[in-house]
């Protein structure tokens, strides 16, 4: 046989192979009557698992909303990483949500590098949380360096503390 007979008989097998290859179609599931009075659940709008809007008060992983950071760092520790995916898919899940990110410093260093400080750990969450699968049209960062501080001693344990990004809600 020579090469266009091949070509045209291994063609004609592919089309007959395909053409016996048939994908199964989705049902749609009906709205479950869940008695009078009562609207109904339906299966369109919601995945098993997706977070709502009461569960940034509920869920042990969406209350915890500080990630902290070391001294002049601004990369996000593998730690707070199951955090970041908790917001993540939040916002996945909840595409009107809206999230700020305040970035924070300790007091030492001059405004200017606070500022610059909080930023990058603000943009760094951000970043993390986008490669989580979160939007970035969802996300604002803000800076506000050591303006904001939660404790206010001159120590190592109080500044550990201040040096942080606080994910804060504006829309569920």
Partial sequence: MNTTTRVAMLSLFSVAVLAGCKSKAVKEVPPVDTGAGTMPITNGTTQAGAYGPNDLDT???????VIYFDLD???????????????????????????????????????????????????AVSSAVQVSGGSSSQQTVVSYGEERS???????????????????????
């Fill in 73 to 123: 760092q601004y990369s996000v520790k593998p730690e707070y990483q199951g955090i970041v995916d908790c917001h993540a898919k939040y916002l996945r899940d909840r595409p009107s949500s809206r999230i700020t990110l305040e970035g924070n410093t300790d007091e030492r260093g001059s405004r200017e590098y606070n500022l610059g400080l909080g930023e990058r750990r603000g943009n």
């Fill in 59 to 65: 869920d042990a992983c969406l209350r915890q909303r």
């Fill in 150 to 172: 939660v404790c206010s001693d001159s120590n190592e344990e109080c500044w550990a503390r201040n040096r942080r990004v606080d994910l804060v809600y504006s829309a569920k």
